[in-house]
């Protein structure tokens, strides 16, 4: 056997080992951006719920904020006319 045809064959050997690493490689970092994808799903949809109840805590948190403000005025003019 030539030299030209061992060298051939440590190649081809070490190119398939290489080519099964990317295989692998890829199929792994499909599933990474899989997982990816939903984390940021999962992340947008709860921050779409804090969003809404942020919301409607402010517009009941609104006149609650304002009825406290007249409570207090109420209170402080009575205490003045003692």
């Given at each position: 056997?030539?030299?030209?045809?061992?060298?051939?064959?440590?190649?081809?050997?070490?190119?398939?080992?290489?080519?099964?690493?990317?295989?692998?490689?890829?199929?792994?970092?499909?599933?990474?951006t899989?997982?990816?994808?939903?984390?940021?799903?999962?992340?947008a949809?709860?921050?779409?719920?804090?969003?809404?109840?942020?919301?409607?805590?402010?517009?009941?948190a609104?006149?609650?904020?304002?009825?406290?403000?007249?409570?207090?005025?109420?209170?402080?003019?009575?205490?003045?006319?003692?």
């Amino acid at each position: 056997m030539d030299w030209a045809q061992v060298l051939v064959i440590i190649l081809a050997i070490f190119l398939a080992i290489f080519l099964l690493l990317g295989i692998a490689l890829a199929v792994l970092l499909i599933k990474v951006t899989r997982q990816i994808k939903s984390v940021t799903e999962s992340a947008a949809r709860t921050a779409d719920h804090i969003e809404h109840a942020v919301g409607g805590i402010s517009k009941g948190a609104s006149p609650l904020f304002f009825a406290k403000m007249v409570a207090r005025y109420i209170k402080k003019t009575k205490r003045s006319r003692r």
